[in-house]
């Protein structure tokens, strides 16, 4: 996966005439220009029309009357989605659906808080995020200085924390992977169960290695380990990753069998078994945190496969994890997938089919329901020709 980055800018405002500056800290959205402070006196409907005309609210009152206005705001910006009367086609659905999470999350970004030196916030009823931060941005030390963060921002910090803390259940390791910020969690098992259960190749009796390309929190090198690949090479290029995996691996026990390297794609040497989840949808992602499920023009998908020959040893097997969903979008079809295989002298030994099991699949109420109603997961097996 792509490297993970904080923006790391100045932004300045004036508060009582006289000028201020922090550190902007942001995974995604523009950084702020125009702040205005704000406080308990603000209404939802002058934060509404503020954020709607880009001026930021940099907020001085209490932190939970902050975050009751964030709802506010939320209800305001849903009530602007666009209505139809017609269906849209899936390809117009999907580029309508992220036009409007952007334009909500530009709003909703627009509420800003403090944030001290040592990563408290300076407000009544605010909770203790120092560890939340910590985890995201590495610990404050003497250089840290003063910042501020979006409340929305914020939140997902203490929303990583937590699931770090407790970590996510996967059926197939009987343990939990605990996901670091910025690294995709493994919610969606019926992936992982398709790695668990497709067949290993036969080449592995002569050289027991596997690669992992784009580990993430390192669960697929974790079921590879699990079922007795004696050697796994996992790669990454965000650094966020590359700890995680570390950490999930150490605390599973596999950590002898599995080596987590820093690499765009492949590492160096060739292997029996090389496994591969990319992004599902060849679209452009809006943030650093949206590189697990967006593929710019299948970048990471194209480069997997015209990689592939060259790293596979004689019989061995490339094991690409894809949805289908950037099918039923519009987004890239069946044809150009099985071209781009052909193109880079593969062909398909095989293919592994789940159907999703997330809640959203069901939720008739989701603008892409169709599209997530019909996807089907798969495990394709690619030999060279």
């Known amino acids: 996966m792509s490297s993970t980055q904080v923006v790391s800018q100045v932004v300045h405002w004036l508060e009582q005439d006289e000028p201020h500056s922090a550190l902007w800290r942001a995974e995604s959205g523009a950084t702020p220009e125009n702040i205005l402070v704000a406080d308990d006196r603000m209404t939802a409907d002058a934060a509404y029309r503020l954020a709607r005309t880009g001026t930021a609210l940099l907020w001085r009152g209490d932190f939970q009357n902050a975050r009751q206005l964030l709802q506010a705001l939320a209800r305001r910006a849903d009530r602007q989605r666009r209505n139809t009367s017609e269906a849209p086609s899936a390809g117009v659905a999907f580029q309508q659906h992220r036009q409007t999470q952007g334009r909500r999350a530009d709003i909703l970004n627009k509420l800003l808080l403090p944030l001290n030196a040592d990563y408290s916030v300076p407000l009544r009823r605010a909770p203790d995020v120092r560890q939340a931060c910590s985890e995201a941005y590495g610990p404050a030390t003497a250089s840290t200085a003063p910042s501020l963060i979006s409340l929305r921002e914020l939140q997902g910090l203490i929303g990583a924390h937590e699931w770090r803390k407790k970590g996510v259940p996967v059926a197939a390791l009987n343990a939990r992977i605990h996901p670091h910020y910025g690294v995709f969690a493994p919610v969606r098992g019926e992936y992982v169960g398709l790695v668990n259960e497709a067949p290993l190749p036969a080449a592995l009796a002569a050289d027991s290695l596997a690669f992992d390309i784009g580990t993430g929190t390192g669960v697929l090198a974790a079921v590879l380990a699990k079922r007795g690949i004696a050697r796994i090479i996992a790669t990454d290029q965000n650094p966020r990753a590359l700890t995680c995996a570390r950490e999930n691996l150490v605390r599973l026990g596999w950590a002898d069998q599995v080596t987590v390297v820093q690499a765009d794609l492949f590492p160096a040497g060739r292997a029996p078994l090389i496994v591969c989840n990319p ?38 097997e490339g094991w690409l994890v894809l949805s289908d969903i950037a099918e039923h979008l519009g987004l890239r079809t069946r044809d150009e997938l099985l071209a781009m295989i052909a193109t880079a002298g593969l062909t398909v030994a095989d293919r592994l089919d789940v159907r999703p099991t997330h809640r959203r699949a069901s939720d008739a109420s989701d603008p892409l329901h169709a599209a997530r109603a019909a996807e089907v997961t798969s495990l394709w097996r690619l030999v060279v020709r």
Request: glycine letters at 8%; hydrophobic letters at 40%; charged letters at 20%.
């Open 279 to 316: 992004p599902w949808v060849p679209a452009q992602p809006h943030s650093a945190l949206d590189e697990a499920i967006y593929d710019p023009d299948s970048r990471m998908l194209r480069g997997f496969l015209t990689g592939l020959a060259a790293h596979l040893t004689p019989d061995g």
